[in-house]
Nanobody, 124 residues
Framework: QVQLVESGGGLVQAGGSLRLSCAAS????????MGWYRQAPGKQRELVAA??????????NYVDSVKGRFTISRGNAKNTVYLQMNSLKPEDTAVYYC???????????????WGQGTQVTVSS
């Protein structure tokens, strides 16, 4: 069983910043990929940013609308992921969800896990 706990959402004015955090815990052997998704009212959930650890470097991708403004990173223990959000716009308003692909430390089976979501509201 893997649990993801998110924090850092809130209300901010346009142009402001927020930093989202997500910590994974439970019976984890490894977490290869962690990411952030968001869902605005009436829209599909979309990938915002993801980071995959492997070899000597991490692979990172962002949705085009946040490139240059958002930065995703992993903690030293690799069970945490952060999303630094700068120059926030009203269109960034959404519920943001943490996601992780993890291998169980019990049987090494892969599972996909989601946090409960944290609300980000950007006022104009």
């Amino acid at each position: 069983q893997v649990q993801l706990v998110e924090s850092g959402g809130g209300l901010v004015q346009a142009g402001g910043s927020l930093r989202l955090s997500c910590a994974a815990s439970g019976s984890i052997f490894s977490i290869n990929t962690m990411g952030w998704y968001r869902q605005a009212p009436g829209k599909q959930r979309e990938l915002v940013a993801a980071i995959t650890s492997g070899g000597n470097s991490d692979r990172i991708n962002y949705v085009d609308s946040v490139k240059g403004r958002f930065t995703i990173s992993r903690g030293n223990a690799k069970n945490t992921v952060y999303l630094q959000m700068n120059s926030l716009k009203p269109e960034d308003t959404a519920v943001y969800y943490c996601n992780a692909d993890a291998l169980s430390s019990i049987d090494l089976h892969r599972g996909t896990y989601w946090g409960q979501g944290t609300q980000v509201t950007v006022s104009s």
